[in-house]
């Protein structure tokens, strides 16, 4: 089909011939070292300004800092959470108006385990970011990755969230030295075997990858909460965020678009996310992380070590830097359209159904005439059988599950007269996850193993399900919709 | 070992892209066929009665669509009155083979096939507008002129709606494109499975939810005759990238295209955000955001010997369409408003979407 392209590329803001060097500063008229957004030339004083001021700025606008507000900074050791300590650091120096008025503190989630590194080369990783992070002088933590998996389900009562035997930090009264901190710091536990198989179990890096972040995701917010902090900071770059529009276009994530980019992501009820490096893009971090002597320490991650090609982030990524290599405005216009959207039907944010693995709005109640539902027809259709394939891959139930002490077990299983005890909830069907999960998570967790999720997705799942039960059974006898 | 079909256990010879489900012939025909009416009763595409133009270019899309509507209407008894509508632009040997494919397909399908000519509608052939304007931007002219003849033609035939082949993965691309350009208007039109409804002719798309490589499939093992119509004028450098994108996406995981179908669907543009309101053409009546038509803006330049004008930011053409202007007595256009014209129904003003006019745009279906 033909393509009306208005005279195509000469529309495009090219890229700016011209180097740095030759330019002089927007701002003092000094000479220029830096060109940031797409052709603002500054010098090295004017871009600190310009950056520090932006990062405020950033924090500012959205308001939803107080004075005196705890803040817990994920910090990964890469160049974006580096820069935003920095930052941070820089704020907190600030005299008077331009001071950040917050108390930070730091958090590494060690992800040792996703890379397949050994205790001893995981350990050593620690004791360099400890060093870094000892640098700031803020409070800092370290935890790892599979304690993700003993988080418990999050309806569950606060009092069954004990702090993790493996999580480690400079606040522990009993340790003064930071070699004995690190020292007790689990690399190896039982859930780090769990978590090794549930990622080899993931049949594609692009739901090994969703799984990662999701795990990550949770532990900051589950450590928050037990650290008593009601914000998180992340690093994410606009650069990132855009690329992970596309990336969640092309997951069937749309709905979470507006979460996954916002500066204050609030699907977590009690904890907000925030992200303040959003409006700067990743080369203007590196030049600032360059330009000011801010150190970083490269680390490999599943995406380092795939090619490009690998999976639906990788892919995403590498295609979005090559068109914002040719076309600079390519990061900001894909930012700028995601902060047009919002998820549909989402006017009344309280009465929100969430998803039991990322939180975010349920986009799985649509009507007839939508592509879930073809997709659906299609595979009962060629299948003559609806769409529970995975059935028999999880009827296997665990017996008798030692981490499963919730007293949420002692419930009923739901199908018969409530008296049985029995713990059904460990095991979760393709069927009942359907009910819980977004259309994203569905495609996530269609590529692994059901049986080795974590808790707190499968409780989540079984406890929503035993409820939407208890509705029905009662419904004719409510006066009034109650969420 | 011959692979089982999954439905009948008869001998297997595909798998479908769509469910990776190895299906026998018969029972892929069935599969698919039976997933149009589904995605056609449940849209609630047609009513009884109704005449219907099926925009048929030769092309494998509209060349199953054509096959497809004309067996789903006699088979479930739509009672629709469907006619075949093809497009000639004029181009000398470009269109011959597809029209001769379209003539193929009626006499085949018996369906009354209408073929409006670009002359018959504009009074310009593209081979004329090419001679006029240079081989650059004729693509403009005829995605623009292509779509609105579509219309005309439409409306030449007394239909109550045009049915276009626009597949899953066309849809996906334009979800992607409309992201990259910024482009929130076509973004949120552009995953709706009838489109136009108020006003203009209601256009629909019964293909939404088929992947490309199925139509392609039917086409191959019902032996459907069709020509394979790309423009012969080379693609948008930037659309490229997005369609390579998705086809990379579609290896790494083969449900991605209806993934993004969802993920258009699940998302709707914030209240706030201001829309460009719809109007009509002054001068013919069609859908346009501005006074004037893409359409009518392109042939207004012609006809004043200025084919440069609506293409870009041509300033100088526009500059001397307003001296023109100024010196003609019954000229009706401002020369401002007929110079902002960029395209005919949905950029927003600049300040609106930032970078909106640093990637360029395409007519959508
Ligand atoms: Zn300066
Ligand atoms: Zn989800
Ligand atoms: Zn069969
Ligand atoms: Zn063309
Ligand atoms: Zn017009």
Redesign the interface.
């Known amino acids: 089909?033909?393509?009306?392209?208005?005279?195509?590329?000469?529309?495009?803001?090219k890229k700016p011939s011209f180097g740095a060097s030759s330019r002089d500063c927007m701002k003092c008229g000094d000479r220029a070292v830096v060109i940031a957004r797409i052709k603002d030339a500054f010098c090295r004083s004017c871009f600190l300004t310009y950056f520090v001021h932006r990062f405020r700025a950033t924090f500012g606008k959205a308001k939803v800092i107080r004075d005196g507000d705890k803040v817990l900074l994920a910090f990964s050791g890469g160049q974006c959470s580096s820069a935003m300590v920095s930052l941070v650091k820089r704020g907190l120096d600030q005299s008077t108006h331009k001071k950040l008025r917050f108390t930070p503190a730091l958090i590494y989630i060690d992800e040792g385990v996703v890379t397949g590194q050994s205790k001893e080369e995981r350990a050593t990783t620690c004791q360099k970011i400890s060093d870094i992070m000892k640098e700031t002088g803020f409070p800092w933590y370290i935890a790892s990755l599979e304690e993700a998996l003993e988080i418990p389900a999050q309806n569950s009562s606060p009092d069954t969230c004990q702090a993790g035997s493996s999580f480690h930090s400079n606040q522990d009264p009993n340790t003064d030295e930071l070699a004995g901190k690190l020292e007790g710091l689990c690399l190896e536990t039982e859930h780090t075997q769990r978590c090794r198989d549930l990622l080899a179990s993931a049949k594609?890096l692009?739901a090994k990858q969703d799984l990662v972040s999701n795990l990550r995701n949770r532990l900051l917010v589950h450590k928050a909460r037990q650290l008593g902090y009601h914000k998180v900071a992340v690093g994410d770059s606009g650069t990132r965020l855009s690329s992970g529009?596309?990336a969640?276009?092309?997951?069937?994530?749309?709905?979470s678009?507006p979460v996954a980019m916002a500066f204050a992501d609030d699907r977590w009820s009690d904890v907000t996310i925030l992200r303040p490096m959003r409006e700067f893009t990743t080369k203007e971090i590196v030049m600032y992380n360059a330009l000011f002597n801010v150190d970083s320490l490269f680390q490999p991650t599943l995406a380092t070590m795939a090619g490009d090609?690998?999976?639906?982030d990788t892919?995403?990524e590498t295609?979005i830097n090559?068109?914002q290599t040719n076309?600079p405005?390519?990061v900001?216009?894909?930012f700028?359209?995601?902060e047009?959207?919002?998820?549909?039907?989402s006017d009344d944010p309280d009465a929100v159904r969430r998803c039991s693995m990322c939180k975010s709005a349920l986009?799985t109640s649509?009507?007839?005439?939508?592509?879930?539902?073809?997709?659906r027809?299609?595979?009962h259709?060629?299948?003559?059988e609806g769409s529970s394939t995975n059935e028999n891959s999880c009827k296997a139930t665990k017996p008798d599950d030692a981490t499963c002490t919730d007293s949420s077990s002692e419930q009923c299983c739901g199908q018969g007269d409530g008296s049985c005890h029995s713990n059904q909830m460990k095991s979760v069907s393709a069927e009942s996850l359907s009910k819980t999960l977004c259309?994203?998570c569905q495609?996530t967790v269609r590529d692994m193993d059901l049986n080795l999720l974590p808790s707190y997705i499968v409780e989540e799942s079984a406890k929503i399900e035993r409820r939407s039960r208890m509705r029905d059974e009662i419904k004719d006898f409510l006066l009034c919709e109650e969420s | 070992m011959p692979v089982s079909c999954r439905l009948c256990g008869g001998s297997a010879i595909l798998k479908r892209p769509k469910t990776g489900d190895a299906l026998c012939k018969d029972c892929f025909f069935s599969a698919f066929e039976a997933e149009i009416h589904q995605t056609i009763l449940d849209a609630e595409l047609f009513k009884k009665g109704e005449r219907v133009a099926v925009g048929a270019s030769g092309g494998k899309d509209s060349t199953v669509l054509a096959y497809i509507m004309k067996l789903l209407n006699e088979r479930h008894d739509y009672g629709l009155d469907i006619v075949l509508l093809s497009v000639d632009e004029g181009i000398t040997g470009y269109r011959d083979d597809s029209l001769e494919t379209v003539k193929r397909n009626q006499m085949q399908y018996d369906l009354p096939l209408k073929i409006v000519s670009y002359e018959e509608l504009y009074g310009w052939t593209m081979d004329a507008i090419v001679k006029q304007i240079g081989l650059k931007s004729n693509c403009t002219f005829c995605g623009v002129f292509r779509r609105q003849a579509l219309d005309r033609g439409a409306l030449l035939v007394k239909a109550d709606k045009i049915v276009t082949g626009h597949n899953a993965d066309d849809i996906a691309e334009t979800v992607i494109m409309n992201v990259l350009r910024g482009d929130v208007a076509r973004l949120r039109r552009c995953t709706a499975i009838t489109t136009g409804a108020d006003g203009a002719l209601p256009r629909c798309k019964p293909f939404k939810y088929t992947y490309e490589k199925e139509i392609v499939m039917y086409a191959y093992f019902k032996k459907l005759d069709y020509f394979s119509t790309e423009c012969i004028y080379s693609p948008n450098a930037y659309r490229g990238h997005a369609r390579t994108y998705l086809k990379d996406l579609e290896k790494i995981r083969p449900s991605s295209i209806i993934d993004i179908i969802h993920s258009g669907e699940s998302l709707s543009i914030k209240k706030d955000v201001k829309m460009p309101t719809q109007g009509t053409c002054t001068r013919c009546g069609y859908i346009s955001s501005r006074p004037l038509c893409k359409a009518c803006v392109l042939l207004e330049g012609l006809n004043k010997g200025l084919p440069k004008l609506g293409i870009g930011k041509e300033h100088k053409e526009r500059k001397k369409l307003a001296l023109l202007q100024a010196q003609s007595f019954n000229q009706t256009i401002e020369p401002a408003t007929s110079a902002n014209v960029t395209t005919e129904s949905s950029t927003p003003s600049s300040s609106s979407i930032a970078g909106a006019n640093t990637v360029p745009q395409r007519i959508d279906f």
Do not use: H, P, W
């Open positions: 089909m033909c393509q009306v392209d208005e005279e195509g590329i000469s529309l495009l803001e594609s692009t529009i596309l969640n276009l092309a997951k069937g994530r749309g709905a678009i090609y690998a999976s639906i892919l995403t295609f090559e068109l076309f405005s390519t900001s216009t894909v700028r359209t995601g047009k959207m919002c998820t549909a039907g986009d649509v009507g007839i005439s939508s592509a879930l539902s073809a997709t027809f299609s595979l259709i060629s299948r003559k259309y994203g495609v």
